[in-house]
């Protein structure tokens, strides 16, 4: 048994059953889309999706989530210089400078920083980089 199809009266379109869920569902997802890619969220999608979820909670449908946004982590910066890194690695700068980057580093304020969890697990011996011969 094919489910009812959505109905055209005139300009509008009337949505009932499984189109509701449906189109719901791929608004949420062309929203969540744009939002990732960096691009503006129209005003439009987010006023559908408002107007379907109170269709589908008109028709009985409490399952429907509320959209839950994406928990973010805290991030840290690297904090430790290239001289601290040397007397922890046992390197000179000059070698510890090349491995910077293998290493979680960045350049902050001109100068190089790195990742303690990124040294601690090179001195580990769980390297995050390969040796070339």
């Known amino acids: ?16 059953g499984d189109w509701l869920k449906t189109t719901l569902q791929d608004v949420k997802i062309a929203t969540r889309t744009r939002r990732f890619n960096g691009l503006p969220v129209k005003a439009a ?5 408002e107007a379907l979820t109170l269709a589908m909670a008109a028709r009985g449908q ?4 509320e959209p839950q946004g994406l928990q ?24 510890t400078r090349r ?3 293998k290493l ?3 350049i ?12 601690n697990e090179h001195i580990g011996g769980g390297h995050r980089w390969t040796e070339t011969a």
């Open 45 to 49: 999608n987010t006023a559908l999706i």
């Open 108 to 119: 902050i304020g001109g100068q190089w920083r790195l990742d303690q969890d990124a040294i």
């Open 1 to 16: 048994m094919n489910p009812p199809r959505p109905l055209v009266a005139g300009a509008a379109v009337i949505l009932t």
């Open 62 to 65: 409490s399952d429907v989530p």
């Open 72 to 95: 973010h982590y805290p991030q840290q910066a690297p904090t430790v210089t290239i001289d601290d890194a040397a007397r922890q690695l046992g390197l000179s700068p000059r070698q």
């Open 104 to 106: 979680g580093g960045q």
């Open 99 to 101: 491995l910077a980057p």
